[in-house]
């Protein structure tokens, strides 16, 4: 991913403070706007995206809080330091409420302000990289996560992605998106402008699987008519994926550790070693420490793979994945189908949740193509997916649900919350346009809540 220069927004209609972070802001190579009132300020905001913002707490034509709000509408939002002459706890208070990340008092200190700002700086370039990472993902089919256990998976990815080289154990059930995590740590590494190989280690006849990972040299076995690279070899600066690993021959386990502890391998009939810089990632739907048990996967092999072990649960384990992935296949299926309006009926969505998906994400793929292929209308009905799941009790639970109002009020809005949030996908700035409030109203009642 290519690095952006952050960008800033300084707000004060003071001229001499003006002129002293313009000289700390181009002394450290930053590209940054000035602006003099809350006017100028808003039409700044409007014309392109911040990484930070300087903000004075008092401006000729209003309060920078209303700036604070106006900036913190955007998607990403900047970080938002906020700078005043009259110390006030009440203001402070105000402003981090809303959304600041700090407050500092004038005169100001250009030394500490300078420090402060390269860490909302720091902050902002990781989230805009995680922006990136979502976004390619949703293109690809991939992060579309709503639940916690899958959001914990994908940043124990992103930790492994942070190293230069450590190794990781993916495991979960066929379906559930190894794959998809495997590509994550890859494409969010400093490795992804090598390759990525990914190789099915089930798909390869015993007799090849040496050749195939190591590499062989011309004759080194019978219609070895010249040299072979080899997967290990095909994958040098990059990241090499070794799918169903406990499926791996036995005898051809010790080779694998030592390649992996010492970075280097002898490819198939050759006596010239070769180094390797590569980092392996290995995955299987098989429980590791029974295969161990078994004698099917040395003990030794299995610790040297599992520096780091991340689980993918099942979608049946995961609920809340399930609506946010259905709504994902339908808007990518859209196009393939021409059929830009389609969407899913709430009773479809309560019938997704209901079913238990025993093939996982590919499974609920699978159905979403057969339903956008079936509907006869852009609303896609229950019946059409056609799961196996008792359509007359799903409604009848529904008529129930909607016959019992909450106990207490608060209930019913933070249910109306939740429910808004997962239609806005998450976006806390859509979900606060929907439900007609502020940004930093509906981030106060999350709280409250207990739901941020």
């Given at each position: 991913?290519?690095s ?5 927004l300084?707000?004060d ?5 003006t ?9 450290r190579?930053?590209r940054?706007?000035?602006a003099d009132s809350?006017?100028?300020?808003t039409?700044?905001?409007?014309k392109?995206?911040?990484d930070?913002l300087?903000?004075d707490?008092?401006l000729?034509?209003?309060?920078g809080?209303t ?5 913190l509408e955007?998607e990403p939002?900047p ?6 002459a009259?110390?006030?706890?009440r203001?402070a ?6 959304g600041?990340?700090d ?10 302000l ?9 902050n ?7 922006a990136?990472?979502e ?5 690809h089919g991939?992060?579309v996560?709503?639940s916690?256990?899958l959001?914990e998976?994908?940043?124990v990815a992103?930790?492994?992605?942070a190293t230069?080289?450590s190794?990781?154990l993916?495991l979960g059930?066929?379906?559930?998106g190894k794959?998809v995590l495997?590509t ?6 400093a490795r992804r402008?090598g390759?990525f190989?990914?190789?099915?280690l ?5 007799s ?7 590499g062989s ?10 040299d ?18 406990c499926?791996f ?14 970075r280097?391998?002898?490819p198939?009939g ?6 390797m810089?590569?980092r392996?990632l290995?995955?299987?739907n098989?429980?590791p ?9 040395r003990?030794?092999l299995?610790?040297r793979l ?19 992935l259905a709504d994902h ?6 196009a393939e ?7 899913l009926?709430?009773?479809a ?14 499974e609920?793929r699978?159905?979403?193509?057969r ?11 229950a019946e ?6 008792d359509?007359t009790?799903l409604?009848?639970r529904e008529?129930?649900a909607?016959?019992a109002?909450?106990?207490r009020?608060d209930?019913a809005?933070k ?6 949030l ?5 976006s806390r700035?859509?979900?606060a ?8 109203t ?5 709280k409250?809540y207990?739901?941020?």
């Amino acid at each position: 991913m290519a690095s952006v220069e952050p960008s800033i927004l300084v707000v004060d209609d003071d001229a001499m403070v003006t002129s002293e972070l313009s000289w700390l802001l181009e002394s450290r190579g930053y590209r940054f706007v000035c602006a003099d009132s809350v006017a100028s300020a808003t039409s700044a905001l409007a014309k392109q995206s911040y990484d930070a913002l300087l903000l004075d707490m008092y401006l000729p034509d209003g309060e920078g809080l209303t700036v604070l709000d106006r900036a913190l509408e955007a998607e990403p939002a900047p970080n938002v330091i906020m700078m005043t002459a009259r110390a006030e706890i009440r203001s402070a208070v105000a402003a981090i409420r809303r959304g600041a990340v700090d407050y500092l008092e004038k005169p100001l200190d250009l030394e500490d302000l300078a420090v402060r700002l390269e860490r909302a700086l720091d902050n902002a370039a990781m989230r805009r990289k995680l922006a990136a990472y979502e976004a390619r993902d949703r293109q690809h089919g991939g992060a579309v996560c709503a639940s916690a256990a899958l959001r914990e998976a994908f940043a124990v990815a992103d930790r492994v992605a942070a190293t230069p080289s450590s190794s990781a154990l993916l495991l979960g059930e066929s379906g559930t998106g190894k794959e998809v995590l495997a590509t994550r740590i890859h494409e969010s590494s400093a490795r992804r402008s090598g390759p990525f190989v990914r190789v099915n280690l089930a798909a390869i006849p015993d007799s090849m699987i040496e050749a195939e990972l190591f590499g062989s040299v011309r004759g080194a076995f019978t219609d070895a008519k010249r040299d072979r690279a080899g997967h290990f070899a095909s994958a040098e600066g990059g990241t090499i994926l070794l799918d169903e690993i406990c499926e791996f021959r036995p005898e051809l386990q010790p080779k694998l550790l030592r390649a992996l502890e010492e970075r280097r391998f002898f490819p198939v009939g050759s006596d010239r070693e070769r180094r390797m810089n590569v980092r392996v990632l290995a995955a299987t739907n098989r429980d590791p420490q029974e295969m161990v048990a078994k004698g099917l996967l040395r003990a030794d092999l299995y610790y040297r793979l599992a520096t780091v072990t991340i689980r993918l649960a099942p979608l049946r384990e995961r609920r809340d994945d399930i609506v946010p992935l259905a709504d994902h296949f339908v808007e990518v299926l859209r196009a393939e189908f021409s059929r830009p309006h389609s969407r899913l009926t709430d009773e479809a969505k309560a019938a997704l949740v209901a079913y238990d998906w025993p093939g996982n994400v590919r499974e609920l793929r699978n159905v979403m193509e057969r339903a956008m292929m079936l509907a006869r209308t852009d609303e896609i009905a229950a019946e059409e997916l056609g799961l196996p799941v008792d359509l007359t009790t799903l409604r009848a639970r529904e008529v129930a649900a909607a016959d019992a109002p909450p106990a207490r009020l608060d209930d019913a809005e933070k249910q109306h919350i939740l429910r808004v949030l997962e239609r806005a996908g998450g976006s806390r700035t859509r979900a606060a346009a929907m439900l007609g409030i502020s940004r930093s109203t509906l981030w106060e009642k999350m709280k409250r809540y207990g739901v941020v």
